[in-house]
């Protein structure tokens, strides 16, 4: 068995998230998402075709970084066209006769569900239920086999959507290939799947139940996406704890991180290797903070993810919010995260203003950006990468990256 990972996508909804890092490498645990796939198809396949473009490169260093009991091999893409297209230049090459796992690189489950996939017989599409069908692909059903995928229907005719997941067989994928542009302009996959059933190929539909599913194409289902992993991690202390520090509940703590005394941290957390917390911290419920971090003396986190090398040294609020790699947040630092409206906090997604339907969501802020002290980001704000917000100011709207912002 083979499988095709498509990797190709801009991502330009998780924007500013993307600018510095290829969606496939963004972390849920401190862990890429491509590397969860990855070690899941370990045992189950013999080959591992990547379908690479935007920043494919960095992509290509980070597979062939890991050790992986499996062949991989890249095939560039090109201009992104759509999953449709990514999937046939994928497969081509292979044996006809031949089964592959197409899996798309932005969908997380936090059970592994490969081996019953891998193991079942003939074609499978797997979907899952969610709350919000009308963002996704709606999987039409008949007796457990697959009809059609209507997408992002005006109406939810069900609760089922396409999940970004399968088991096909190479000929049935490429003898269907035959389809034109969809009204958003992408060779979409799903045409290729509704192809098939019109002409009578049997397609399994995997049911998912709620909850054990999500994408990540929009910042949000980042923190939704690790929050469904928290759920799973066991108390784990492998760095050193200094001093009075009060942790309940499960709590992960990496080899080599340091907490320091008078820290409270209040599970599920997951602190990866190498970070340093307090001394009088306190993390939240559903924070994640990844290695070479250092949370400092009297800054809380809560429900936030913070990537690598993250500085918030002292006196900062970090709340349901996404902070990448390299940030210097200065003392004093606060994200608003609740509206006096009490309203669900609304984003801008590629010039959309979308609502996130959470109650409770910070700021985005981008690699390298750095905030004076005294900076204060209103709900559902984005800080593009590299840039510097002035001491004192109040961030009430979007700022692009590369630039300085003044109060
Ligand atoms: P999408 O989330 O539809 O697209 P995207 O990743 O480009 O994100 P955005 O719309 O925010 O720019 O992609 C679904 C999956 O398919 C994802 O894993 C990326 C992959 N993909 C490709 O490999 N090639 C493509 O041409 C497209 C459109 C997506």
């Not at 900062?316 to 390299?326: K, L, M, R, T």
């Not at 979308?354 to 905030?371: F, L, N, S, W, Y």
């Amino acid at each position: 068995l083979k499988a095709v990972i498509l990797a190709a996508g801009n991502g330009v909804r998780l924007r500013p998230i993307t600018e510095t890092r290829p969606k496939p490498l963004i972390p849920i645990l401190c862990k890429p998402m491509l590397e969860w796939h990855l070690e899941r198809l370990a045992g189950v396949v013999d080959e591992v075709v990547l379908v690479v473009g935007y920043m494919g490169e960095a992509v290509r260093r980070f597979v062939e970084g890991m050790k992986l009991p499996f062949k991989t091999r890249f095939v560039e893409q090109g201009e992104p066209r759509g999953t449709g297209d990514a999937v046939v230049k994928g497969v081509s090459g292979l044996d006809s006769d031949e089964e592959v796992l197409v899996i798309y690189s932005d969908v997380f489950t936090p059970v592994n569900i490969i081996p019953e996939i891998a193991g079942a017989e003939g074609n499978i599409l797997v979907a899952s239920e969610v709350e919000n069908p009308r963002d996704y692909g709606v999987v039409i059903e008949e007796n457990g086999y697959f009809k059609r995928v209507l997408e992002k229907p005006a109406e939810s005719y069900s609760r089922l959507i396409n999940g970004g997941i399968y088991k096909l067989r190479v000929g049935d994928i490429l003898a269907n290939s035959d389809i034109a542009p969809s009204p958003r302009g992408e060779l979409e996959f799903t045409d290729i799947l509704n192809n098939m059933s019109r002409r009578g190929v049997e397609i399994r539909v995997h049911r998912l139940p709620g909850s054990s599913w999500i994408d990540i194409g929009k910042p949000w289902q980042l923190l939704e996406a690790n929050k469904m992993a928290l759920k799973s991690i066991r108390r784990e202390i492998k760095g050193s704890v200094v001093g009075p520090v009060h942790i309940e509940g499960d709590v992960f703590i990496g080899e080599g991180s340091i907490v320091k005394p008078f820290t409270v941290i209040e599970g599920p957390v997951y602190i990866d290797q190498g970070v340093e917390i307090g001394p009088n911290a306190r993390i939240r419920p559903w924070s994640v903070i990844c290695k070479g971090s250092k949370i400092g003396f009297s800054v809380e986190v809560k429900e936030s993810i913070i990537l690598e090398n993250v500085h918030a040294s002292h006196l900062a609020y970090i709340g349901d919010s996404i902070i990448c790699e390299e940030v210097n947040l200065g003392a004093g630092t606060i994200t608003a995260n609740l509206r006096f409206d009490e309203s669900t906090v609304k984003m801008l997604v590629k010039n959309r203003l979308e609502d996130t339907g959470r109650r409770k969501m910070g700021a985005v802020i981008g690699a390298g950006v750095k905030t004076g002290v005294n900076v204060s980001l209103m709900p559902g704000v984005k800080v593009g990468s590299n840039t510097w917000i002035m001491p004192g100011s109040v961030v009430y709207r979007d700022v692009d990256s590369n630039s300085i912002h003044y109060a």
